[in-house]
């Protein structure tokens, strides 16, 4: 907070130096026949100032030091270009004659959603969202996925705790639906997906896998386009729920330093808490190469974890329990010698190192032939934490942690790409022929655990194997580890594409402009088995041997994958598009997309789009498309295989209880043969949205969209089919007998149909004054999914003969999954933000609102609202001269929390106040940073 207060008491001498940078720049930007363009950003270098066109192609930029600048204007579809200017004491005129882009097909130039060549987004049958760097900068947070969430209602990115991978590995949803039914892009190119599975549900989709976007330094970003419309038909496979394009920054510009410091500083429940201390250092720099340009970009992210637990009031050693505040989760009386809170609640430890380079060599002087490529490699150190595993466990030896231990994941995460390719004009078709690699491994690495199978010693090995006898020939052999690699996840795609287009007069009223491809795609993952001490059963009973129960298997909190679920796997995939769009009158635009797909394990599928735009008058247009689309099984849907410790609610207790889950492969005869569940197909969909584009006046602008999406055979994760007394219990008891200590077991399945419905609304309004501008932008989304169908067999399979069939439907898809899919997620999401310009100043002030949300497990008295929340922001920048700017902010102002868990047989209502099982807000509190942006000539 010290740092913040210099900063604005800094802030504050500051102003007398604005008199002395009056400079102006304005002038018009036309088209090579001298049409007006609109909404082109003219940037006037160095000095972090921009302006954008207006509908008669003017521009201004106020109150430029003196001195030299490089203006760059940029429109999409068209050539950027630059001029240098000397401003002085008198305005400065300088217009700009803008080339459409020769190359039609050119990735960093397209807008999703067509295919043809349109200056704004306005202009598309379907609705874009484009988000410019400035309003990139303009967050508090340098997490890729978490500024699309901040800037785009219809995107969640959920910030849940104890999800084992996923603490450390976060995907974004669009509209609601799980990761996978989103396509990433970038350049246009179709980016490649994480290798962790979301085992955990809590708002990111069972069994499903995302993009990880924060893979992407932020500083090379130019903007990110988000298409809210199924485009499966467009771009192939997972575009059900809409596509993401980021578009990198390229060309020759100064070399740039942002350096970022903020911290949490929060007042959680009536308890001080600072930590979460981010610091992000991020650059680039773009020069020429002859006719070409090379850009450079890297990024260097550090952030401390954040814990929100209360102190725990079990016995955490034999001294017994300390005496807890129940209003505050503070130890009012310390019994027992372990540090409180014991248990982590919140964000993980991350640091990210990441490099990028974006690169274009015109081959001719006319630039209508080129080489491009760009790509980049990052590394990330993250940790996330499991549950507490107490001293009397039969989880721990005393010997090991005298007082329990609270086990860690603390993995290695790399991600590479690259692409190349060649664009060109042949015979009047811009054609586009390149190829893509992309990969991402993660390697779990754990720390802070121990195998309690292989006993109670460190040095000499003590594990009696399954016989039970110490020295004989099964005995492991091994002793046990604190730390251990357990394995590790590849996911690798590679691709070949050509893209071809062009526009053809056949008659009428306007061209039409043609475009077809093929691509050819190669998928791969591959499981690695962690060491042996990580997955083997040692066969020492437990600390509580009463019972003569063994001790659970492999490392606590992940068992390390075991060679039995070692696998490598590909496959491949042909596809090929047409893509036909016209002006067919002056009012009506049509676009009609026919794919086609064939992959060497499902077969072939064809989808389709039509989208039409309806324009009466000038200021007004309507806009509809209709389409379908699908979505393979992904490789790790299909070979996933490991055994997991799960905490299930209890179905009579509500309470947490710890499970050895066994994610079993959709192809293994225990899945198909005893449990009865049929082999994975594709999900198929059903696209449909209406929506309109009204702008009144030259500087307010607002669209309104509906949409409706209709997903069958939608892939999930079962629930937990769990050992019990009951009849259904004792049976998947005998299924199981094969794996000790596996005490329930889970498969993927296409288990539910669901639609999803909503609207976005969206609005702009812009106002120019000799005060400087304000701009005013709202958005708000409605979303509500609803589980219309579950494809549980009506009996799993003749294990099964005799037992209830309603048992089932419940040990297939309950009431809580089907929660997890409806109520996991706000379904009303907005915000509304004042952005405001004077001279070297810059503010803002934002406004987030996120619905209600709701949990409701199999135990009704469990269920539970937790209310909508306001989160407010504000920025405050300062020019402090041309190569320098300041900002400092803060992110939830106001400490708003999520509501507290209120259900007394809930085990977080003890400690972990804030459920995990749905995602609203997050459950950090206030954040406060400070920026400072350095440009250099």
């Given amino acids: 907070?010290?740092?913040?207060?210099?900063?604005?008491?800094?802030?504050?001498?500051?102003?007398?130096?604005?008199?002395?940078?009056?400079?102006?720049?304005?002038?018009?930007?036309?088209?090579?026949?001298?049409?007006?363009?609109?909404?082109?950003?003219?940037?006037?270098?160095?000095?972090?100032?921009?302006?954008?066109?207006?509908?008669?192609?003017?521009?201004?930029?106020?109150?430029?030091?003196?001195?030299?600048?490089?203006?760059?204007?940029?429109?999409?579809?068209?050539?950027?270009?630059?001029?240098?200017?000397?401003?002085?004491?008198?305005?400065?005129?300088?217009?700009?004659?803008?080339?459409?882009?020769?190359?039609?097909?050119?990735?960093?130039?397209?807008?999703?959603?067509?295919?043809?060549?349109?200056?704004?987004?306005?202009?598309?049958?379907?609705?874009?969202?484009?988000?410019?760097?400035?309003?990139?900068?303009?967050?508090?947070?340098?997490?890729?996925?978490?500024?699309?969430?901040?800037?785009?209602?219809?995107?969640?990115?959920?910030?849940?705790?104890?999800?084992?991978?996923?603490?450390?590995?976060?995907?974004?949803?669009?509209?609601?639906?799980?990761?996978?039914?989103?396509?990433?892009?970038?350049?246009?190119?179709?980016?490649?997906?994480?290798?962790?599975?979301?085992?955990?549900?809590?708002g990111m989709g069972a069994g499903s896998s995302g993009v990880d976007l924060n893979?992407?330094?932020?500083?090379?970003?130019?903007?990110?386009?988000?298409?809210?419309?199924?485009?499966?038909?467009?771009?192939?496979?997972?575009?059900?729920?809409?596509?993401?394009?980021?578009?990198?920054?390229?060309?020759?510009?100064?070399?740039?330093?942002?350096?970022?410091?903020?911290?949490?500083?929060?007042?959680?429940?009536?308890?001080?808490?600072?930590?979460?201390?981010?610091?992000?250092?991020?650059?680039?720099?773009?020069?020429?190469?002859?006719?070409?340009?090379?850009?450079?970009?890297?990024?260097?992210?550090?952030?401390?974890?954040?814990n929100r637990a209360w102190a725990d009031s079990f016995p955490l050693d034999p001294s017994g329990p300390d005496v807890i505040d129940p209003n505050t989760g503070r130890v009012i009386q310390k019994i027992n010698s372990v540090p409180q809170p014991n248990y982590h609640w919140g964000d993980g430890l991350e640091k990210d190192a990441m490099a990028f380079a974006n690169f274009r060599m015109p081959?001719?002087?006319?630039?209508?032939?080129?080489?491009?490529?760009?790509?980049?490699?990052?590394?990330?150190?993250?940790?996330?934490?499991g549950f507490w595993r107490y001293f009397d466990s039969n989880r721990n030896w005393p010997q090991l942690y005298p007082t329990g231990f609270l086990p860690q994941f603390h993995p290695k995460v790399a991600d590479f790409s690259g692409v190349a390719g060649f664009r060109s004009i042949v015979s009047g078709w811009s054609l586009d022929l390149g190829g893509s690699f992309g990969k991402n491994r993660f390697d779990y690495d754990l720390e802070h655990t121990n195998n309690a199978s292989l006993g109670p010693c460190l040095v000499t090995a003590c594990a009696p194997g399954a016989d039970g006898v110490l020295g004989t020939a099964d005995d492991p052999g091994i002793p046990n580890q604190l730390s251990f690699f357990a394995g590790r996840l590849e996911r690798s795609e590679a691709i070949a594409a050509l893209n071809l287009a062009k526009s053809v007069n056949v008659g009428l009223s306007a061209p039409v402009n043609v475009a077809i491809g093929a691509a050819f795609r190669r998928e791969d993952f591959k499981i690695t088995a962690g060491e042996r001490a990580s997955w083997i059963n040692g066969g020492h009973l437990a600390q509580d041997s009463s019972a003569g129960d063994l001790a659970p298997a492999g490392s606590s909190v992940f068992p390390g994958f075991a060679p039995s679920d070692a696998s490598d796997h590909s496959r491949s995939n042909v596809g090929a598009y047409a893509d036909l769009e016209s002006q067919l009158t002056r009012k009506f635009l049509a676009n009609v997309t026919g794919r086609f797909e064939h992959y060497s394990d499902f077969g072939d599928r064809l989808t389709g789009k039509l989208a039409l735009r309806f324009q009466p008058a000038q200021r007004f247009a309507l806009r509809g498309a209709v389409s379908t689309g699908f979505r393979a099984p992904s490789l790790q849907q299909l070979w996933f295989n490991n055994t997991a410790t799960l905490f299930v609610p209890d179905s009579m207790t509500g309470a947490l209880v710890a499970n050895q889950t066994l994610t079993l492969n959709n192809a293994n005869p225990i899945v198909?043969?005893?449990?009865?569940?049929?082999?994975?197909?594709?999900?198929?969909?059903?696209?449909?949205?209406?929506?309109?584009?009204?702008?009144?006046?030259?500087?307010?602008?607002?669209?309104?969209?509906?949409?409706?999406?209709?997903?069958?055979?939608?892939?999930?994760?079962?629930?937990?089919?769990?050992?019990?007394?009951?009849?259904?219990?004792?049976?998947?008891?005998?299924?199981?007998?094969?794996?000790?200590?596996?005490?329930?077991?889970?498969?993927?399945?296409?288990?539910?149909?669901?639609?999803?419905?909503?609207?976005?609304?969206?609005?702009?309004?812009?106002?120019?004054?000799?005060?400087?501008?304000?701009?005013?932008?709202?958005?708000?989304?409605?979303?509500?999914?609803?589980?219309?169908?579950?494809?549980?067999?009506?009996?799993?399979?003749?294990?099964?003969?005799?037992?209830?069939?309603?048992?089932?439907?419940?040990?297939?898809?309950?009431?809580?999954?089907?929660?997890?899919?409806?109520?996991?997620?706000?379904?009303?999401?907005?915000?509304?933000?004042?952005?405001?310009?004077?001279?070297?100043?810059?503010?803002?002030?934002?406004?987030?609102?996120?619905?209600?949300?709701?949990?409701?497990?199999?135990?009704?008295?469990?269920?539970?609202?937790?209310?909508?929340?306001?989160?407010?922001?504000?920025?405050?920048?300062?020019?402090?001269?041309?190569?320098?700017?300041?900002?400092?902010?803060?992110?939830?102002?106001?400490?708003?929390?999520?509501?507290?868990?209120?259900?007394?047989?809930?085990l977080f209502n003890n400690r972990l106040i804030y459920n995990r099982n749905v995602s609203q807000i997050g459950m950090n509190g206030s954040f406060y940073y400070g920026k400072l942006e350095l440009t250099f000539f």
Wanted: without cysteine; hydrophobic residues 40%; proline residues 5%.
């Fill in 1 to 202: 907070m010290r740092r913040v207060g210099k900063l604005l008491a800094g802030l504050a001498i500051l102003p007398a130096v604005l008199l002395a940078q009056n400079g102006v720049v304005r002038g018009r930007i036309t088209d090579a026949a001298g049409a007006p363009l609109a909404r082109a950003v003219v940037s006037a270098e160095g000095s972090g100032l921009h302006a954008t066109s207006d509908d008669q192609g003017r521009y201004e930029i106020r109150s430029l030091s003196s001195g030299a600048y490089v203006l760059r204007v940029r429109l999409l579809g068209y050539q950027p270009r630059t001029a240098r200017v000397v401003i002085d004491q008198a305005p400065v005129t300088q217009n700009f004659v803008l080339a459409e882009q020769p190359i039609s097909l050119s990735p960093v130039d397209v807008v999703v959603g067509s295919r043809a060549r349109h200056t704004a987004a306005e202009q598309l049958a379907v609705p874009v969202d484009v988000f410019t760097s400035e309003e990139i900068a303009q967050q508090g947070t340098n997490e890729t996925s978490q500024i699309l969430q901040n800037l785009a209602p219809s995107v969640n990115f959920p910030r849940q705790s104890v999800t084992d991978a996923n603490d450390i590995a976060r995907p974004f949803t669009l509209r609601g639906l799980s990761a996978d039914h989103t396509l990433v892009l970038l350049n246009g190119w179709r980016r490649h997906q994480m290798a962790v599975l979301n085992t955990f549900a809590y």
């Fill in 363 to 385: 081959l001719n002087p006319g630039g209508t032939s080129e080489l491009y490529a760009f790509g980049g490699y990052s590394h990330r150190d993250g940790t996330g934490n």
């Fill in 672 to 906: 198909r043969n005893a449990f009865g569940i049929p082999a994975l197909k594709q999900e198929t969909s059903q696209n449909a949205s209406a929506g309109l584009t009204f702008r009144p006046i030259d500087n307010l602008s607002v669209t309104a969209d509906g949409y409706f999406i209709r997903l069958k055979n939608r892939i999930t994760l079962t629930n937990p089919f769990q050992i019990s007394t009951s009849a259904a219990g004792m049976v998947i008891k005998s299924i199981l007998a094969p794996f000790p200590g596996v005490t329930s077991a889970q498969f993927f399945a296409n288990a539910v149909d669901t639609d999803t419905m909503g609207a976005d609304i969206v609005g702009d309004y812009a106002v120019n004054t000799s005060a400087g501008t304000l701009l005013f932008s709202s958005a708000l989304n409605l979303t509500k999914t609803e589980v219309k169908a579950v494809h549980a067999p009506g009996q799993l399979s003749n294990a099964f003969a005799g037992v209830n069939p309603q048992d089932f439907a419940n040990l297939y898809f309950d009431r809580l999954a089907q929660n997890r899919l409806e109520d996991s997620v706000p379904h009303v999401k907005g915000y509304a933000s004042l952005r405001y310009n004077f001279r070297q100043l810059t503010a803002l002030v934002r406004a987030d609102y996120y619905g209600q949300v709701r949990y409701r497990p199999d135990l009704p008295t469990d269920s539970q609202t937790f209310s909508p929340k306001t989160l407010f922001d504000a920025e405050l920048g300062y020019q402090i001269t041309k190569n320098m700017q300041l900002t400092v902010g803060g992110d939830n102002l106001f400490n708003t929390f999520p509501d507290q868990n209120t259900k007394a047989n809930n």
């Fill in 215 to 306: 893979a992407l330094p932020g500083g090379a970003i130019d903007r990110i386009e988000v298409l809210r419309d199924g485009a499966s038909a467009q771009y192939g496979s997972d575009a059900i729920a809409g596509v993401v394009n980021v578009v990198l920054k390229e060309g020759g510009f100064a070399p740039f330093i942002n350096a970022d410091i903020g911290q949490y500083s929060t007042n959680a429940t009536n308890r001080h808490v600072s930590d979460g201390a981010t610091g992000d250092v991020n650059g680039g720099f773009g020069f020429g190469l002859g006719r070409g340009s090379l850009a450079v970009f890297g990024e260097y992210l550090h952030r401390d974890p954040t």
